[in-house]
């Protein structure tokens, strides 16, 4: 891990009067660009060649002859082969000169590998960056052993094939689409193989995918992915805040669901076994008496985060979870950065986080309000990593 001392020595280089918001131009780049150009910001996108158009054209920003912005969201482009590219060293001096304080996304972690952020970025990262690699499941300090620590509810790990006894989730890479879900679902050991087998024909997992694999407890219910903003900069009111709720789209899970139930088993007979990629989100809102149970669990990883990864999360963060029949929530995953549902609340803001602030706040607008307050407070050392 890069030391905090080489990062604070970077931070010290900036001239933050011209601070500028920068981020891989993928995932939830959009929102993060649109919040910092709310925020008065000039935004930097890294954009890889050929996936460019969204933000080096589309979303342009014009200004007029007093630098207001008048259309777009993204000031300048630095053009890369491959997003990897990010962390190469002539990308990151230039993003250094250019004073840009960068938001990690979850495509910035997985084009570039956890390695190279922890070790090779040297720019500021706005956030935790230690906290990034417990998302690489399997590894030793991985989001469930926070959950874990942080007496946090997760659904039941199913240890070996042999014990599959209810609806449990096979959560595998995909082998052809290397960032994507191979997940599959089996009620028992005979579903398991026969599920299993046809995917590695298919061509969809490895034949070893068993290595890697988590196996869980399948939740029936609801998914609430809970965008959440830990300020360490506030001091009058909780440092918790839940600005918005998102759900996702999943192809060809959300096809298949829109099927009637019998074509459902006849598409499954022929082998037809859905896929978990993201394609889109929605909006969704909590009952309030689930509520109080949501800032608890976000507390309790905040907690957790303090205690085993100093200084613990910083900014945005997203508990994705289930609610099952008798409203208990379980948390699958943990993005200890932005969420990659967060463009739903793009401009527009999300009720909570609406409510909370008085007027349109998204997640990208929280984060740059914090790193604007942090500018003014003369405590940015204390929201980058
Ligand atoms: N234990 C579970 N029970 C029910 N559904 C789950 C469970 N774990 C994951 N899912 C489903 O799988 C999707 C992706 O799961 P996740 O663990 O977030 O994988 P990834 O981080 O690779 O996207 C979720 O959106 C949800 O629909
Ligand atoms: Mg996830």
Redesign the pocket.
């Known amino acids: 891990m890069i030391s905090r001392k080489e990062v604070l020595a970077n931070l010290d280089g900036y001239d933050l009067k011209k601070a500028k918001v920068g981020v891989v131009a993928s995932h939830s780049a959009l929102d993060t660009c649109d919040g910092a150009i709310s925020e008065g910001f000039r935004t930097v996108a890294v954009c890889q060649k050929g996936r460019e158009r969204t933000f080096a054209n589309y979303f342009k920003t014009q200004r007029d002859s007093s630098g207001n912005v008048v259309r777009g969201v993204v000031d300048e482009v630095v053009l890369v082969d491959k997003f990897k590219d990010a962390v190469h060293p002539s990308v990151q001096a230039s993003l250094m000169d250019n004073n840009v304080l960068f938001v990690p996304n979850r495509s910035f972690v997985s084009y570039s590998g956890i390695d190279a952020v922890e070790d090779q970025f040297k720019v500021p990262l706005v956030g935790s960056r230690n906290l990034l690699r417990s ?1 690489e ?1 399997g590894d030793e300090r991985d989001y469930y052993w926070i959950l874990e620590k942080a007496g946090l509810p997760f ?1 039941k790990k199913v240890e070996r094939p042999e014990d599959i006894d209810s609806l449990t ?1 096979i ?1 595998v890479h995909h082998k052809v689409k290397k960032l994507e ?1 191979g ?1 599959f679902t089996a009620k028992d050991h005979d579903q398991f193989i026969e599920k299993s087998t046809e995917l590695i024909k298919q061509g969809v997992i490895e034949e070893d995918f068993l290595k890697e694999a988590r196996m ?5 219910g609801p ?1 609430f992915n809970l965008d959440f903003f830990r300020s360490p900069l506030e001091e009058k009111g909780e440092q918790l805040e839940l600005l918005g709720v998102d ?2 789209f ?1 192809t060809s ?1 959300d096809g298949y669901c829109r099927l009637p139930g019998k074509q459902q088993v006849e598409l499954e007979e022929d082998g037809i076994i859905p896929e ?1 990629t ?1 394609c889109g989100h929605n909006m969704a809102t909590l009952r309030e008496s689930l509520l109080d149970p949501a800032y608890e669990m976000a507390e309790k990883y905040i907690e957790a985060t303090k205690k085993h990864y100093d200084p613990g999360i910083i900014g945005p963060f997203c508990l ?1 979870t ?1 609610v099952d029949k008798d409203l208990n929530f ?1 948390i ?2 943990v993005a200890p950065r932005i969420g990659g549902g967060t463009n739903v609340h793009m401009s527009l803001g999300h009720p909570y986080g609406n409510a909370l602030w008085r007027r349109e706040m998204s997640t990208g607008r929280r984060l740059s309000m914090e790193i604007r307050k942090a500018i003014e407070q003369e405590r940015v050392d204390e929201i980058i990593t």
């Open positions: 998302e499941r659904p989730i959560k879900r997940f869980e407890q399948y939740i029936i998914v759900w996702r999943e899970l978990y993201v994705q289930c379980y699958y995953d």
